[in-house]
């Protein structure tokens, strides 16, 4: 999936945290099924951050930044609807620290 399909926001103790754009959001089609990963997570950028099934695709998302996970978007693991919505701080995905 292309860079432009999430975003990132890095805060000053280098946790970054991850989601979708409107752009990517787009491009999948509403969210019906997501994997996400597991804290503690080890991950590199070639490695899957998540796997979405969606109306128009079935995609695997690779992580945008190297790092430990710190943290996931419970909800959103139980409600993926909630990554259809474009406030982040409903639709996020993970925080990685870098």
Known sequence: MDKNYYWTEEDKSGVVTIGLTDEGRNELGNITFVSLPKVNDQLTTSDTLLNVEADKAVS??????????????????DNPALLNESAKDKSWIAKIQK
């Open 60 to 77: 695997d998302i690779e992580s945008p930044v190297a790092g430990t996970v710190v943290a996931v978007n419970k909800q959103a693991e």
